[in-house]
């Protein structure tokens, strides 16, 4: 049973535009949520994260909102450059542990 | 640069063969995790050590052993590799298991079952 999924296996995008990645959970006790990113032949590494007493957090470019009632998340990238190309990973975690669940990831293209 | 080195990159091993794959970090962290990525799936969590405290995760199968020797080291042994648990194996480090402390991931481990 997936807590954590990304409906989306993959999406693209031009450059310039928004990406809007999606992330839904069905653990209700999930109280952190976290998105990474992989480049090919690397280890994912942390982008950004919320904390759910908040509804959105932003670092430069990157902008993460939550909706606890939908259970929703979703990642905001603008305006999206050839080098945002990637697997993008949400993640959550329950009773601030650093257990993470992981969702099925999203692939990112971004045209030049 | 201070890092998570996973040795090797690729791994081939024969169905029932034992095989162990290797984790260092440079990072000095207290807490190392091992996960599983079957293809185009979710990463999973397989245990955590919090120093030299196994944390195993209530499904994983027991085939699925690990070591730490030291702060720096962690190995993640299978004893008798089937067919499904070729995958990716990623390890990754945190400072505390809190979630506020930033997991650090190595480039992974792609094991192959023949």
């Known amino acids: 049973d997936q807590q954590v999924k990304q409906n989306s296996p993959s999406l693209s995008v031009q450059e310039g535009r928004i990406s809007i990645l999606n992330c839904d959970y069905t653990?209700?006790?999930?109280?952190?949520f976290l998105w990474y990113k992989k480049y090919p032949a690397e280890g994912p590494t942390f982008l950004i994260s919320?904390?759910?007493?908040?509804d959105k957090n932003e670092d430069g470019r990157f902008t993460v909102f939550l909706n606890k009632s939908a259970k929703h998340l979703s990642l905001h990238i603008v305006p999206s450059q050839p080098g945002d190309s990637a697997v993008y990973f949400c993640?959550?975690?329950?009773?601030?542990?650093?257990?993470?669940?992981f969702g099925g990831g999203t692939r990112l293209m971004v045209k030049p | 640069d201070a890092m998570v080195i996973q040795n090797p990159r690729y791994q081939v091993t024969q169905f029932g063969k034992p095989v162990t794959l290797s984790c260092s970090q440079t990072?000095?962290?207290?807490?190392m995790y091992w996960y599983q990525q079957k293809s185009s799936q979710a990463p999973k969590l397989l245990f955590h050590?919090?120093?030299?405290?196994?944390?195993n995760e209530a499904d994983t199968p027991d085939n699925f052993q690990s070591r730490r020797p030291n702060t720096s080291f962690c190995f993640l042994d299978i004893r008798s590799p089937g067919l499904g648990d070729a995958a990716m194996y990623l390890c990754?480090?945190?400072?505390?298991?809190?979630?506020?402390?930033?997991?650090?991931f190595g480039p992974g481990t792609r094991l192959t079952v023949l």
């Open positions: 990754a480090t945190s400072f505390s298991p809190a979630i506020t402390d930033t997991q650090y």
């Open positions: 653990n209700s006790m999930f109280d952190y």
């Open positions: 919320i904390s759910s007493i908040k």
């Open positions: 993640a959550a975690s329950a009773n601030a542990g650093n257990m993470l669940t």
């Open positions: 990072l000095n962290h207290n807490v």
């Open positions: 050590y919090y120093d030299k405290d196994f944390n």
